[in-house]
Nanobody, 118 residues
Framework: HVQLVESGGGSVQAGGSLKLSCAAS????????MGWFRQAPGKEREGVAT???????TYADSVKGRFTISRDNAKNTVYLQMNSLKPEDTAMYYC?????????????WGQGTQVTVS
């Protein structure tokens, strides 16, 4: 099974930047679609960005142009660079993995890292 550990969250002022990391252990993450999701208090979890094993990316409309997902398969790590942060980006951010393509249920999840934008 893939195990995921997120890091890089924190508190930042609006307009600032943060870079989240997701370290994967277990099977090579290169065979997996990796995604970032977030959940704000009182709201449903939403997808933020995904990256296919071949590097194809998708983004939620709310973060397009501000967030960038990337992966380093040699390090089994996925990143989420977040720029021009807004208070509405405040949420717990989760890394997730799914074997193969990005469509469908993500089977593996990290514990999350908190991002707070004031």
């Amino acid at each position: 099974h893939v195990q995921l550990v997120e890091s890089g969250g924190g508190s930042v002022q609006a307009g600032g930047s943060l870079k989240l990391s997701c370290a994967a252990s277990g099977p090579p993450s290169s065979n997996y679609c990796m995604g970032w999701f977030r959940q704000a208090p009182g709201k449903e979890r939403e997808g933020v960005a995904t990256i296919h094993k071949y590097g194809i990316t998708t983004y939620a409309d709310s973060v397009k142009g501000r967030f960038t997902i990337s992966r380093d398969n040699a390090k089994n790590t996925v990143y989420l660079q977040m720029n021009s942060l807004k208070p509405e980006d405040t949420a717990m951010y989760y890394c997730a993995a799914r074997y193969g393509v990005c469509s469908g249920v993500f089977a593996y999840w990290g514990q999350g890292t908190q991002v707070t934008v004031s």
